[in-house]
């Protein structure tokens, strides 16, 4: 583990011993287990990663018929390039994402500047199929490649008082025609409450349908939360910051009355401009049921036992 | 007296010409008018909608519809400007064309996106004011589409101009169903209203220089202009 670390974690040996990050691990572990009311997360988080990671594999994984590639990779909300959803597969062109960085900071033991590489070779890449709910009511099955959020989380060691995690979205309008065009306030921001980030259906993304991002999917990494609405899977990250206020996320600056924070997938809390009830799965013809928190019910409900989701939407 | 019944023969064939033009120039302009319909007929039988080709069938007859009504209201400020009072002709026709899109952008939302669910359909409209905004847009237009024919025109009398300047607050409706139906405030919907708040401006500005000149109002020289109902 030690080795690991520090190469992740790019510090000299001697300034970090193992017993002391196991120690604030634990700690954390315990803030962040506190938080979760239910059981199946809770366990996990207890086992710590390692055999309970085996067991996750393929988490909630889906037997659908996956969406086309060619759907997944055109059709696209992505206002960093522009407004229409074929502009980022047509105007991504000049997007440069290697080399690429996230920088980690705020109440984090291991704050730091990591290289791409460094973060993904931390871990064994697996596939999850999720389907994915658009807050405009359609829906993919997409067959993500990547590894969970917490497993990252886990190795940079958050301090007890942070409560969310905030990610940012790459800011770069000499290669973004849509930051030009200051479509919306950029950069990109979104976040979740710590026991969401920690959530092993959480994930971290590097590819779709095994081979590696496309621009216009959030190329080189972007994070995918499918029991939310998409615009809560933020694309092309190079921040992420723990913090203990609950972060402004981008469509709630812009729209507060439409997007929340939150942002579950809900049929029974409309979008004022139209009903969430149902949804087009994208390559079919007739609209079908919106499912609670999109299907993930069994794993995530228990987050949010007791909160007013009309409310809190 | 041979040469006044050879006159009176070619005013006669004069006419008939001409009328068979108008005839032709109608046809014409439905032909214009439907061929954006027509392509996107073509595309949907390729499968040239995109990912998403019921969106993009909404997407589309919208445009076109909000793209008639403005040519509908551009009629009779051009004409003054430009003095081609034949432009009239073709308003009827353009505002009939608004309302064939505004018609199939309905109908393929009711139709192919709800499926028909009419009870979703009810709470659109009833509960959602973009959706509430847009088809009392398509109500009206419904309305002056009726009443658009030479009859209705001789049935109503002074009250048809009354009735068919709801045109207006219909360009109003369209206008902020366009803009609000946008995640951001886009240029697009923004440049078709504009358009309309100066073609609503120009006729205020005839309005009021007519009035300084005491000349007549619009509504008092009757109903259409007789060169319409030709």
Known sequence: MPSILNRLLKVPEDEVTPEELYLSRRTFMRAAASLVVGTAAAAALGQGAGAADDELRGLGDTDERWTDYEAITTYNNFYEFGYDKSDPSRLSGDFVTDPWSVTVGGLVENPGTYSLEEIVSQFEIERRVYRLRCVEAWSMVIPWNGFMLRDLIELLVPKPEARYVRFEAVFRPEQMPGQRRELLPFPYVEGLRMDEAMNPLTFMATGIYDKPLKNANGAPIRLVVPWKYGFKSIKSIVKIDFVAEQPRNTWNVVAPHEYGFYANVNPNVDHPRWSQRTERRIGEFRRRETLMFNGYGELVAHMYEGMDLVRNF | ?230
């Open chain 2, 1 to 230: 007296m041979p040469a006044v019944a050879a006159a009176a023969r070619a005013g006669e064939r004069d006419r008939e010409v001409r009328k068979r033009w108008r005839r032709a120039s109608h046809l014409a302009l439905w032909a214009l008018s439907l061929t954006p319909a027509a392509v996107t007929l073509v595309d949907a039988f390729t499968g040239r909608l995109g990912v998403n080709p019921i969106e993009t069938l909404t997407d589309r007859t919208g445009w076109w519809a909000i793209f008639h009504l403005l040519l509908t209201l551009a009629v009779t400020p051009l004409r003054r400007i430009t003095g081609w009072h034949w432009l009239v002709r073709y308003r009827r026709q353009l505002g009939l064309g608004a309302f064939v899109y505004a018609s199939l952008h309905l109908g393929v939302y009711a139709f192919l996106d709800l499926g028909l669910d009419l009870s979703h359909l009810v709470e659109d409209v009833l509960e959602r004011p973009f959706m509430t905004i847009g088809f009392t847009a398509w109500l009206i237009l419904l309305a002056l589409a009726v009443t658009s024919t030479d009859g209705w025109i001789r049935r109503l009398g002074r009250r048809w101009a009354a009735l068919h300047r709801l045109v207006y607050p219909a360009a109003g409706l369209v206008s902020l169903h366009f803009v609000w139906g946008q995640k951001t405030l886009q240029a697009e919907p923004l440049v078709f209203t504009g358009a309309f708040a100066l073609l609503l401006g120009a006729r205020v500005v005839f309005a009021l220089r007519r009035r300084a000149r005491g000349g007549p109002e619009p509504g008092r020289r009757g109903t259409a202009p007789l060169s319409e109902r030709a």
